[in-house]
């Protein structure tokens, strides 16, 4: 038996090497790939948040946030294509299922200049209202004890298996630190956008923010996720079924949108 | 090695005979039937009140979803597993100051395990994600009600972990991650 080990163990820790390097390359790539919207970047990814099984938040009289969320979108998308001279995709452009994954995956597919998640808010306090705007937070010492469990986990070297194994925990580690690339930009759109927000919607402006949103780990080129209003708050929710209101979610978004395109076309 | 063995066996059979003495002793007739009685003297009330913990809950407040604390008293077990398991299902429970509750009432506790390194693992019923109204402030608002109130209750609990049905989950309901341990937010505790 530890004849067999000891090879296995040298090969792990090789492999554990390989990995580490092969990290730091892809990440390199990564950030190599996908600069902040250079010139010939023209996509804008739109993300209606939700659909399909997955409804998201509900309001008390029945109207459901994937519908509302859609809704904005396909205004904003129209707004976009009309004004701007960027393309945008949609991660869904009908009622539909899409994994949290895939969506950032259009993102980085489409080497998307910037990536918008739109939501209506959903809450356990019947009077919470107003919009925000988030932008990933990074649990710093998370990913170091991601880092750390990976490189035991090679380092233990269980035979050659694991070969597989590492690929996918290579990518799992990359695909959870796209974005903190770009946390920076993103911090500054998620702030560009709330003020436009705060400007049409008379809404109460509760700021920006940093949460750990699944849907914006993945994405690699700036990215933030806007709660427009509480669809958990009756008035709110008459807002947000509202085609005016909606129409000015979207004319905020798209404001917000185009003034940070314009300095990012400056610097 | 044989020379050892009987008097190994000797000693460990007394060991064994005296533990099992121990044992009958502990439940004979006398103190179940004390045990049953409702304490009516000072001294077992102090008694009762021994065996308790007084724990601190966080429920969010309505007008800002700001944290405000609330005691309980729990069965003081030892066990942190098990008193964290109680913590939980008092949060459940919801607050008896009329406070919004982060968690659907549906919602049972299933085990609370602690690592060595601090990380709880709080397992949930599937109703945690199946009764909760979505949303990201109503997702932010259970992730750190559990979060914040393990921790702020053990020293021992550095982060944690919440599982639905022994598993880990994606996100809680298409927002907030949890795939991953969270440490404690106690800027969501209010000031005031
Ligand atoms: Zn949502």
Redesign the pocket.
Known sequence: MRIIDRPNKKGGTRTAKAGIVLVAAALGALLFLCPAASAQQRTIVLDP??GGLDV??KGKFGAV?KDV?LAISLKLKALIESNLDYRVVLTRDKDMDVSLENRAALANNNDAAVFVSL??NGSFRKKAHGSETFFLSLNSTDEESRKLAYQENTAAGVGDRIVEDDKNLIQMILWDMAQSAYVRQSSRLAEIIQRELNVLLATENRGIKQADFKVLRGVACPAVLVEAAFISNPEEEQRLIDDAFQARVADAVFRGLSAYLRLLRRD | MAKFRTPLVILLAVLLVGLVYLFIASISPERIANRAETPETPADVALLAEETRTVTLFFPREDDGLFVPETRSIPASGSIAQEAEAVLNELIKGSSKGLPSALPPEAKVGQVFVTKDGTAYADFSKDLVVAHP???DAETSTVFAIVDTLAFNFKSIKKVFILVDGEEKETLN??VTLDRAFTPDFSLVAKD
């Open positions: 948040g939700h998201g938040a946030e969320v939501h209506a | 979505s949303g990201s298409g927002h």
